[in-house]
């Protein structure tokens, strides 16, 4: 059976749309407080399943370069490249602007100020996206999959080498957050982990480029592999279960940390995320009745605005005040608290979650796809 483009995409869309449903969930509890453990994720070193899903949404992006690539064959170089840099600084922008929004705050006085730029951050989920999109294309563009390999190796023993010489693997002592503070300022860095600290920073940013590459390469071998024997799926299969064994042995010298974006982490993620979309794979396109999984395929017709109405949509929410309270905790307190503290928080992102599977599904019914 050879794999037609039209199941590619739709095994793509998939995947794409569990990353992009797990991301609102775990964004968006009734009670961070009262959150699952398996829906947060790990404070410092470690790892849980919510920390699979950025790497993830990176990995997806890889593997639909595969037929973005295809595109640029009849392309002049300016041209691709062109293309390449719009859609990266429109995406970055996107991202920045999300982090500015509403662009006011309310003082105790019950006013409205301005929200100085100069305490907005700088970098993000959607700016490292962006960036890793921009790096990882060139990449694509001008190196061979051998390349790629070399690459990215070498792109995750340097981040290693730098890491350990030039800091520690500590929260106030780490390489990548001297980096962010001198280029960037403690003023543009995210603060939620107590001190200025931006776990989208730009030195931890080189090794979330090999997830990219990761998902590229998973994209080229299933483009370029007879798929009428189960060998096509075993391949990507042992070869994510070697990478988890060598994220996990990497793990005793370069801790696995998602917030850092260890070496370790990179390897073990796109090790999972190799078994998952083998998986995937397996139930859509090899057994006699395939799954749909029409639900999470919504999703990944328009992940990245679906990505941000959902955050837009929260931010409002948390914005617009209802006496005391934000108009998102009133929400929760009014609608889900009485299930119980975790049962309703939960309850509260799913309900979030679907309200923006409704828009994704009329987008998708519309035949509607918004790209940048």
């Known amino acids: 059976m050879e794999l037609t483009k039209t199941k590619r995409f739709t095994a793509l869309d998939i995947f794409r749309g569990m990353t992009i449903c797990l991301m609102i969930i775990v964004n968006t509890p009734g009670d961070y407080n009262a959150t699952f453990s398996l ?10 399943p919510t920390d699979l899903v950025f790497p993830s949404f990176l990995f997806a992006i890889g593997s639909s370069l595969v037929f973005v690539k295809s595109k640029w064959k009849d392309k002049e170089a300016s041209q691709v490249f062109f293309k390449i840099i719009k859609r990266s600084v429109i995406i970055f922008l996107l991202g920045y602007l999300m982090y500015w929004f509403p662009f006011f705050d309310w003082t105790d006085s019950g006013s409205l100020t301005f929200r100085p730029i100069s305490e907005t951050r700088i ?7 962006a960036l890793c999109y921009l790096a990882a294309s060139v990449m694509i563009y001008y190196f061979t999959p051998r390349q790629l390999v070399i690459s990215s190796v070498a792109i995750l023993l340097g981040y290693w080498f730098v890491m350990g010489v030039f800091g520690d693997y500590t929260l106030p002592g780490n ?12 003023s543009h860095l995210y603060t939620g982990d107590g001190i200025p600290f931006d776990p989208e920073g730009l030195l931890s940013t080189f090794p979330s480029i090999v997830n990219i590459l990761g998902g590229y390469l998973l994209g080229l071998f299933l483009t370029k592999t007879d798929l009428s024997s189960y060998r096509s799926l075993a391949l990507p299969l042992l070869a994510g279960i070697s990478l988890l064994f060598v994220g996990f042995l990497w793990d005793f010298l370069f801790p696995i ?3 850092l974006w260890t070496s370790s982490f990179v390897i073990f993620t796109i090790g999972l995320d190799l078994i998952v979309f083998s998986f995937i794979l397996y139930l859509t396109d090899f057994i006699k009745k395939p799954w749909k999984f029409k639900f999470f395929e919504t999703f990944g017709v328009n992940p990245l605005f679906i990505y941000l109405l959902s955050e837009y949509l929260a931010i409002l929410m948390w914005w617009i005040p209802v006496g005391d309270i934000s108009l998102f905790d009133f929400l929760y307190q009014k609608g889900f608290s009485f299930m119980g503290p975790y049962v309703g928080s939960l309850a509260f992102a799913l309900a979030f979650m679907m309200i923006n599977w409704s828009m994704a599904k009329w987008l998708e019914n519309r035949k509607i796809i918004i790209k940048v």
């Open 39 to 48: 829906l947060l994720h790990a404070n410092w070193h470690g790892f849980t």
């Open 123 to 129: 970098l993000g989920v959607l700016q490292r996206i």
């Open 175 to 186: 390489a990548a957050l001297m980096v962010d503070k001198i280029i960037l300022g403690a």
């Open 257 to 259: 940390n998602k917030k």
